[in-house]
């Protein structure tokens, strides 16, 4: 009797395959765009990945920094005894969605019948895996990705959720390998409609048997030799490695852990900027206060407000100043609501992206060990016709094998509409707060007045308003929500497109956008910190807005005189400076988060 269980160390990718001249015509395209390969600083430490916890941090780590990656114990064998348990299902005759039977407009069609093992049809389920594969290469609609990290991200974010998946331990060991060995798919960027993300996956599998293109650390060549240079041979797919590899909707979400990592720091340094600007200002710092907070007890609002505040702690705005005014414009004074705002749809989108990529989004959903007692339903005839008794041949492992719409990643894809939504209503405020600047009505002193005619200082000048207002305009392009789509395809059975893609791809946009949008602000804030400590000298700005400035000055002096050269806008200088120095550098958070989540998420 064959053995379905599996209880040894999974082995690396196996076996050589020989590819169609028309893959190896595939194989020899040039890349059409620049390639962003990362930089692997981080090559000599591992995260590991249980399936239940993978962290945004580990994410970027593996992403955008090199880690390598090892599965728990624990997770290799929930993801053997699931396979053992497919294999199981189809030897008892149980119906299995994209296995035994066919997927989408073929679901009704037997693939084969009996056991999978038995040597008619090991042979026809390895030529026919190995097939799907190959044609990976020649799937999915350009351009290519042209950074690295975003393909590393959707592959351990896959890692990761593939070990509640029925997947081969081969295919288990290849997706690890290809991260651990510097090899990286050339993936398509589009060809998904935004639920589980087919068409970049199947590239990343053509990869795997040898097929198509990869970057071999950072240099690209055909993935046959890539493989080679890494000391791997092309993985022999098996079962149902197609649909257990590329049922995910892991090309959004690592993408979406990408985002969330960018957004937090952006987010944090508009906090550290918002400060900068309360002191230029000579602002009133009374919206900020305690009871002003307790009169509205929003979690975030109150979070961010007590942040700002405490950087502020030892500022001069906290002595009396006869010339400052009562009150600001609205820009200085709602600026903690609208960014308490943003740091809760973070926070939102966060927790949903940690339970995305810590959970089951394939289909079929495997259940191993759960029972016809478990619930009512379970016993009921429809149901309990995909209860897998299990046998000697996988230790008598039982469970259930469902067709389900798991796949949609709806909780997600809202929640980064939503954020990107927040986001431009603070970026709103941000630019707003740089125009008023010019306005000496809130000022109470014009800049021209406090340096006159120095030529080798640099000015706010109109050009710094129609930067301000030219990147405002792109933001808010990039909030436009996308419509909802309902195109029935694959002969009616999809129906439904979430565009998830589309959705992350504008969120990081908008990112971007803002922090280009900070650094005008840097460039005001600071700028206004100089005039008021010429104005009295003695002035202080508290601990955290005054290292910002004194850092900053060392890379762009007020005199214009440094390191910078002559030519280079200074808005290059501002965004470069914001995007090198982390913000924890200047204001490490004296509070834990409100309602900070727990990192376990799936339990069995």
Known sequence: MVNFGIRVRMPQCAATVVLSSLLAAASSAAAPTPYHAITPTMAQQTVTLSGRDLSIEQVVQVARNGAKVELTAEARQRSADAHA?????????????????????GRERFIFTGDPLSPQNKKLLEARQLAIFQRGALAGLGPEI????????????????MSFEAASPQLTQCLLDLLNRGITPVVQSRGTVGEGDLGPFTNIGATMVGAGNAYFRGVRMPAAEALKAAGLTPLVPFGADDSELESTNSYATGQAALLLYDAREALSWADLIYAIDLNGMNSSVSPLAQPVQANRPFKWLNWDAARVLDMLKGSY???????????????????AIRQGSAWHAWAQLRDVTLIQMNSSDHNPAIRVGASPTDSWELSTPQLAQFYVKGSTRNHGQHGFIFSNANWDPYPMANEIEAFTIALANMDTAVAQRVIRFTSPFFTVAAASDESPGEPGRFHLTQGSE???VALMQEIQGLINPVPPEGNALIQNVEDLQTQTRLKVTRARAAVEDTIELLAEDLLTGTYWLDLRKSQYPSRTFGASPTAVWIAFRATL?????????????????????????AAANFYKDNAREPDAPTRRHITE
């Open 85 to 105: 348990l497919l294999l199981e299902a189809a030897a008892e005759g149980v119906s299995v969605y994209w296995f035994n039977r066919g997927s989408g407009s």
């Open 146 to 161: 042209s950074e690295e990290e975003v393909v590393r991200a959707m592959m351990v974010v896959r890692a990761n959720s």
């Open 317 to 335: 705005l906290f002595q009396l100043d006869d010339k400052r005014i009562i009150q600001d414009p609205e820009s200085l004074r709602a600026s």
């Open 466 to 468: 129609i930067d301000v």
């Open 557 to 581: 002096p007020f005199n214009g005189a440094g390191p910078t050269s002559a030519t280079q806008p200074i808005h290059e200088v501002a965004a470069t400076f914001i995007r090198s120095n």
